[in-house]
Each structure stands twice: as structure tokens, then as C-alpha cells.
């Protein structure tokens, strides 16, 4: 018996060196290719990205994977108390691999074999860390073992508060979010540490399949896998009984956050931003890089330059008649699921959608769009409301400008017609709404620093992503003369330089140009102060051909209007194209005292650490960081920018467009409570409007226009459709702070002169005006006109409103009189 169990033992020791060799082997092949797991050290994962307006507040979000990557030390005890209930609830206790969960969860597989069911796994945490850092998700027997491997090897290199933090920063949750920080925003708009139980329940019951427990297609599951994650809590003792008891009772409270931009109005700036990174740094950075991008948006003069810009194409558009309606639909049944489908302008969220129920001549009866869950399902409540003729009067007019054959609300409107509107005071009461077909930008900018703090490309975003005010090239028509007058003041003209208004010929290469003036007709011979304010077209091409194009073309290159400008004659008119922003930009230069500068949308970037990675503030400040105070003088920024014009000539431009709005083309439509200067701007067949203007704080510029250029109709020019809408965001913009004053630079000499003659106007004579002149420059002595006459004018006519009539001296073409 003692040598059969000797024979037996033998066996059985030589079968057990042969497994074990067999394992040793297996083992071997399997570890000898094993991934290094050192890489968990240096872990950089791929992270949101984030804009923030001026004032910190957030205005988009940008990720492939939405994550936020937080250390432990920020993720709440009970966040991971319950990632730890859900997932391995011995975490802290094994060393990688949980031996008593691994044979429960055998146990448990033998018990289903042949049922069908899906086996239980028991990978714990740190086994799920080696699998998605390191590992496929291949269902194989190689890929569990180089896990448990892998996991006894990462317990030994890490702390078990790092490999938590991987975990909860590498998961995927669903809706496109990874990790904790990134999950709570998506599903809760929330940050982890304003988590309640129920909520930190449910995120934890996702890792195991987002899938099958969505929010909303999936909302019972969802809700018991969640409470079985709270009675996990509870069991282990991170959550009292009846706090539990009381999280399970509550919904599952799920808000998605939307992406894209998040600050109201912001669409059109933050897409500008986006594509600006992009083009600086690529689509990974934007997208992986995490970068923090603090950008120059002022969010209230935001909302001031979207409400005004819209205001005024709205008017404009109602004004040309009725569009028709969105489009029809049938409403014998329930005439809300239809509605419900109807797409509408996600960014104009003081209109609604509605549906006509029946219309007379009192007015229309409406529903209105019911409203959506998050998860897109309609509410089934319906609310009515009314349009009153007089709301919906605008629409009597077609669009092409024919009057309807019925003048009441009827003969617009029939049942079906989906149409927007706009809630009034009166309960119940809409106002007919329709997107205009014209369109416009605006930009409103710091001259001092080129800080864009507003930006509004369009009337919606949701209408048309296309940025107007960066993208549009549209010709500045009168709004580009400025920069004639001031290479013209720059080069020895002054603003009491008189030039003669009158019809003028241009031949060249066999083809006759003859501008005219808008309207029509001719002043004779003016000051450039009243060219630029009564915006003279015949002035400003003489004084052009005086001086020559390629200054005026080097001076629009200067000032950033142009890339490269030919030196023709009609872009001395505003012919060529260009943006809003760049005319801005060129105007805020004549704002801060002819500083160049450098238009920015973005003030700082950070990268995933912090560091600074771009400044747009390039001003250096020697000792601003002293350590102490030792009775040093206080530190001064040092302005390195380009004087790219005479403080004194950008004075006397200001000086001269401020005459634009107080005598000329803009007068009487700009009420502001501080000095205002700028240009109005009117196009070919009032195709497009222009104005741009400023106050010593702020430079605000817009056009509107169709995007295929189209006539705006009669009477459509700068003054009566761009000015106002200048004037009402600027009432808003610098509603609250103290009005400045333009500065005259010191040396300048102030001298009365006569407005018609430009001669220096003796005491008590009419019609004069204080003008700004350089040292050594001042009014003529002689009364002589710049530019070749066309046709005699008979030098009585010319002179007879000025006492200095025995002065004038007449020598032939040359233009002396």
C-alpha cells in the first residue's frame, strides 16, 4: 500500500511539474510581450478644450472625447465611494486581482453554463485600468491573464489613489463623455463636487454599459441599476439607509448639456475663436489639447450688438413685405406632432413656432410649438394663442413690393401656414415674426489694446454659420474715404484745402469712368472738412488724382483695409472688399492717435498645466514684478506698437468725421451723451450700408446687404439704415461709464476758418467753424482749388459768399483762383 501511494504520489508530483511547466511556459509567451506599463506615469489623455469670455464666464466647449481631467484630490469621497461599490468594492484591499470576487464570479458561471446568460466578469478597477490603457477589449483567456499580470504589476508601481484617479478620468460614460468631471457636465450640467447621491449612483452604474442604461431610451433600467448602486452604498456603509432610501426615490434628473458655444449670443464669436485655433495650432490641440482659452469677449456689449444688429434688419426686411410662411402642414389631427418637427432657430429664443388654426379679419388663431424633453420626446401639452391684425399689419405687403388683394390677416395667412412668433405683453398675444433675407455684421473693438468685444455675424447662426463680419468681402463704399482725407492731410493738405466739386471725366484704356455724387449734382469748390461730411464722391477722386493712388493705396495697406491695394481711381471710392473687421481695425487706429494694431479674439491661451502658451498683450513692464518697494518710481508700460500715422492728422480726421455726425451724412441720428466721430457708407446701386464710428473708448463698425448683392432699394444708405443701428448698441455699450473726450495733441493750432473758402474767417463773420492745423500749416492766404476744371465756373460764382473775395488771384487750369 505504502509503495502503490509512493507510485501515486509520484504521478501525481511528476503531472504537477508538468502543469506547472506548462503554466511557466504559457506565462512566459504571454508576459514576453506585454506592453510597458510605465506609460501610466506620463498619461495624457485627450481633454476638452474651453473658451471663456472677458469675464471668465464659459462660452464653448470643444472635444472628440468630453473630458475634464481631474486629480484625485478634487474628486469628492463620496464620487468615489460609489465608483468603488459599483465596481469593486474590496479596491483598497487587494493587491490587484480580487481572489474572492474571481471565484465567486466562477461560481456563479458554473451555475448559468447552458442558460445563456452573459458570464460574469470580476475584473476590478485596477484590472480595468490595465485593460483600457493597455490592453484590447478582445474576450479571450490571453488578454484576462496579461490583465491580471499587468494589475499585479501597476499595484506594485502605484499608489491605489493613482490608479483610482486613471480610472475615473478614463472611463467612458455615454453622449460622447469621459471621465467623472466630464460626465457630471454632460448628464447634470453639474461639477462632481455638486453631485447629489442619486446622481453620483447613476454615473456609477454607466462604465458597466452606457448603452443599456441611457437616460432616455432605456430610463427604467437605468433607474434600477442606478438604486442597486445605492443599496451597494449603503451595504458598505457610505450612505445612511434612509439618505439611501431617499436618493431612490428621486428621477433620474438627467439635463444633457449641449455643445457648441453656451454663452447666449456667443455662436458667431466662438466659431470665429475656434477657427483661429485651428489654423495657430491644429485640430488636435482644439480637440485633444485641453487648452484654456480666455478670450476678449465683453458678454453684455455682446448682447447689445446681436439685439441692435437684429432690430435693424428686422425693420428693414418687414419693411419690404412678407416672405410667406415657413412651410405647411397638415392639422385635421393633432397638429403638434408635425409642429414638433419643424426645425427652429435654436439661437432666436424670443421667437416660437407656430402653426395657424384659422385666420379672418380680426386676426389669426395659432398653436404653438410644443415644447421638448432633453431626450427630444414632445410634451403633450398644447398652447394657443392670437396674432391681432394690427400685430401682422407689415405683412399685408408681398415681398416683391405688391400689395395683397385682401388687406386683412386672412389674405396672408391660412390654415397650416407655420410662421413665427413673438410672445407679447398681453397673455396670449403673438406678433408675426419672419427671418429677414437681408443680412449684415458688426464688430465693436478696444482702439486702444484691438480687443474684439463684440462680434455678430448675422442675424441668426442657426439661419447661416457664415460670418459677415469676418468672412463677408463686401465693398466700404464712402466708410473707406476717411483713409483718402487722411494720407491727404498726411502729405500737406489740410482740412481747410479747398477742392472743387464739380463733374470730372477719367479716360482710360479706352473707357470713359464719370462718377457721381449720391443724388446727384455738385457743390463747387469745398473744404475736405465738407467733402468727408457731405461725403463727396467728385471731391474725393480729385483729390485722389491730385495726390496720386499709390499713396492712397500705400496708406490702406498701412492701415490693414487692403492685403494689396491697385492704385485705381474708383477704389479711392471704396470699390475694393473687405471685411468689417478689417475696417475696424483701420478706424480704431485713427481712434487711439494712428497706434497700429493687431485685432484679437482671444487674449490668453493656457495648455492642459496652465502655462501660458499666447499673450495678445505685447507690452513689456520692466518692473512690475519687483519684490519690494524701495522708493522706485511706479512702472510704466512700455508701448512698442508702430505709429503708423500723425497723431496730429488722425486729430484733424477725427475732428472732421465728428462734423459727419453732428452736420453730415449721419447728423441728427446719433444721440450719445459724449463726442462721436465716424463715416457713413453707401455702395453701387445701394447694395450695401455702412457705418463706422467711434468714441475715444470704443470703435463700433457694421454693414448690412443681401449675401448675393442686391440693390436695397431707393433711399437705402448708411445714414438711414446703419446709423441707427450704430447708435442703439452704442446707447447700450457705454450706458454706465464716463464719457471721454477726443484728445488734441499738443503743438496743434486752432484757427477759425470760413467753411466754404477755407481762409482764415475774421471776427464775427458767419459761417465759420473752428479747424485744427499743424505747426506751421494754417488757413490759405489766397483762395485756390485743387483740381483741373472741366468747365469754366466764373470766379464772382465761386467767391461770392466770402468777404476775402478781393484776395482771390485766378492763373488758368492749374486751379488757383
Known amino acids: 500500500m505504502i509503495r502503490l501511494i509512493g507510485y501515486f504520489f509520484g504521478i501525481g508530483a511528476f503531472l504537477l511539474l508538468g502543469v506547472a511547466a506548462a503554466v511557466a511556459i504559457y506565462l512566459g509567451s504571454v508576459t514576453k510581450d506585454l506592453p510597458d506599463y510605465e506609460v501610466l506615469a506620463k498619461y495624457s489623455p485627450p481633454v476638452t478644450t474651453r473658451f471663456h469670455a472677458g469675464n471668465g464666464a464659459l462660452m464653448a466647449e470643444y472635444a472628440r472625447e468630453r473630458r475634464l481631467y481631474l486629480p484625485i484630490q478634487a474628486i469628492p469621497d463620496r464620487v468615489k465611494a460609489a465608483f468603488i461599490s459599483a465596481e469593486d468594492k474590496n479596491f483598497y484591499q487587494h493587491p490587484g486581482v480580487d481572489i474572492t470576487g474571481l471565484a465567486r464570479a466562477i461560481t456563479v458561471n458554473l451555475q448559468n453554463f447552458g442558460s445563456g446568460r452573459r458570464p460574469v466578469g470580476a475584473s476590478t478597477i485596477t484590472q480595468q485600468v490595465a485593460k483600457n490603457f493597455l490592453l484590447s477589449s478582445d474576450q479571450t483567456i490571453d488578454r484576462k491573464v496579461k490583465e491580471a499580470i499587468l494589475s499585479f504589476r501597476i499595484e506594485q508601481a502605484y499608489s491605489k489613489d493613482r490608479i483610482l484617479e486613471l480610472y475615473l478620468n478614463e472611463i467612458f460614460f455615454g453622449l460622447n463623455s469621459y471621465g467623472i468631471a466630464g460626465a457630471a457636465l454632460t448628464y447634470f450640467d453639474k461639477s462632481v463636487t455638486e453631485l447629489t447621491i442619486a446622481e453620483t ?47 431612490k426615490k428621486q428621477p433620474l434628473g438627467v439635463n444633457p448639456r449641449r455643445g457648441g458655444a453656451h454663452l447666449f449670443a456667443s455662436d458667431f464669436f466662438a466659431e470665429e475663436v475656434r477657427r483661429q485655433i485651428i489654423q495657430k495650432y491644429g485640430d488636435n490641440a482644439l480637440y485633444e489639447g485641453g487648452l484654456s482659452v480666455r478670450t476678449s469677449l465683453d458678454p453684455r456689449m455682446q448682447i447689445a450688438a446681436r439685439k441692435a444688429l437684429q432690430e435693424g434688419l428686422l425693420s428693414y426686411d418687414e419693411r419690404r413685405g412678407f416672405h410667406g410662411p415657413v412651410k405647411s402642414i397638415e392639422i385635421g389631427g393633432d397638429w403638434g406632432e408635425p409642429l414638433g418637427k419643424v426645425v427652429a432657430l435654436a439661437d432666436v429664443p424670443e421667437w416660437k413656432l407656430a402653426v395657424v388654426l384659422s385666420a379672418d379679419g380680426r386676426g389669426v388663431e395659432i398653436g404653438i410649438q410644443p415644447d421638448k424633453e432633453a431626450s427630444g420626446k414632445i410634451i403633450a401639452e398644447r398652447v394657443t394663442g392670437h396674432i391681432s391684425a394690427k400685430n401682422m399689419q407689415w405683412a399685408y405687403r408681398s415681398a416683391n413690393g405688391e400689395r395683397k388683394s385682401a388687406k386683412s390677416p386672412e389674405g396672408v395667412l391660412g390654415p397650416g401656414d407655420v410662421v413665427y ?56 463704399g464712402s466708410s473707406f474715404k476717411p483713409f483718402v482725407y487722411a494720407a491727404a492731410l498726411d502729405n500737406g493738405y489740410t482740412p481747410a484745402s479747398v477742392i472743387l466739386d464739380a463733374p470730372i471725366e477719367i479716360v482710360a484704356g479706352g473707357q470713359v469712368w464719370r462718377p457721381e455724387n449720391y443724388g446727384g449734382g455738385s457743390a463747387g469748390p469745398s473744404t475736405l472738412r465738407l467733402g468727408i461730411e457731405k461725403s463727396r464722391n467728385l471731391m474725393t477722386v480729385r483729390l485722389a488724382n491730385d495726390m496720386g493712388m499709390n499713396i492712397v493705396a500705400e496708406y490702406a495697406e498701412r492701415f490693414g483695409i487692403y492685403d494689396k491695394m491697385p492704385p485705381l481711381l ?59 518697494w524701495g522708493n522706485q518710481e511706479e512702472p510704466v508700460l512700455t508701448d512698442n506698437r508702430e505709429q503708423v500715422l500723425d497723431p496730429m492728422t488722425s486729430y484733424q480726421i477725427t475732428s472732421m468725421m465728428e462734423g459727419v455726425v453732428l452736420r453730415g451724412t449721419a447728423a441728427g441720428k446719433i444721440t450719445l451723451d459724449r463726442p462721436v466721430a465716424g463715416k457713413t457708407g453707401t455702395t453701387n446701386d445701394e447694395k450695401d450700408a455702412w457705418f463706422v464710428g467711434y468714441t475715444p473708448d470704443l470703435v463700433a463698425g457694421l454693414y448690412l446687404g443681401f449675401d448675393n448683392p442686391a440693390p436695397l432699394g431707393r ?24 464719457p471721454g473726450k477726443f484728445v488734441v495733441p499738443e503743438g496743434m493750432n486752432m484757427i ?24 506751421g500749416t494754417g488757413p490759405a492766404d489766397t483762395f485756390s482749388v485743387i483740381g483741373g476744371l472741366d468747365q469754366y465756373v466764373p470766379p464772382e460764382e465761386i467767391l461770392k459768399n466770402s468777404p476775402q473775395a478781393n484776395q482771390a488771384v485766378t492763373s488758368g487750369s492749374n486751379g488757383l483762383f
Not at 433711399?715 to 464716463?738: D, H
Not at 481762409?759 to 499743424?774: L, R, S
Request: hydrophobic share 35%.
Open 201 to 247: 449612483a447613476y454615473l456609477a452604474a454607466l462604465p458597466k454599459g452606457p448603452a443599456n442604461y441611457h437616460p432616455f431610451r432605456k430610463a427604467d433600467a437605468a433607474i434600477e441599476r442606478r438604486n442597486w448602486v445605492i443599496d451597494r452604498m449603503v451595504e458598505n456603509g457610505y450612505v445612511t439607509k434612509t439618505d439611501g432610501e431617499d436618493a
Open 570 to 628: 474708383a477704389m479711392s471710392l471704396g470699390s475694393g472688399e473687405t471685411t468689417v473687421l478689417r475696417m475696424v481695425s483701420a478706424y480704431s487706429v485713427l481712434a487711439n492717435g494712428g497706434k497700429q494694431i493687431k485685432p484679437s479674439l482671444i487674449d490668453r491661451i493656457q495648455d492642459r498645466y496652465g502655462k501660458t502658451i499666447f499673450r495678445h498683450e505685447d507690452r513689456t513692464c520692466d518692473n512690475c514684478n519687483a519684490a519690494d
Open 752 to 775: 477759425a476758418v470760413n467753411r466754404k473758402t477755407g481762409m482764415a474767417a475774421y471776427e464775427g463773420e458767419p459761417d465759420t467753424i473752428i479747424e485744427a492745423f499743424k505747426p
Open 715 to 738: 433711399g437705402a444708405t448708411g445714414g438711414s439704415l446703419a446709423v441707427p443701428i450704430f447708435n442703439n448698441f452704442m446707447q447700450e455699450a457705454v450706458k454706465g461709464t464716463r
Open 421 to 476: 412668433v413673438e410672445p407679447l405683453a398681453d397673455k396670449g398675444e403673438y406678433r408675426l415674426r419672419q427671418p429677414p433675407k437681408v443680412q449684415g455684421g458688426l464688430v465693436a473693438m478696444d482702439p486702444q489694446t484691438g480687443r474684439v468685444l463684440a462680434m455678430v455675424g448675422g442675424f441668426s447662426y442657426g439661419q447661416s454659420e457664415f460670418n459677415r463680419a469676418t468672412q463677408a468681402m463686401r465693398q466700404p
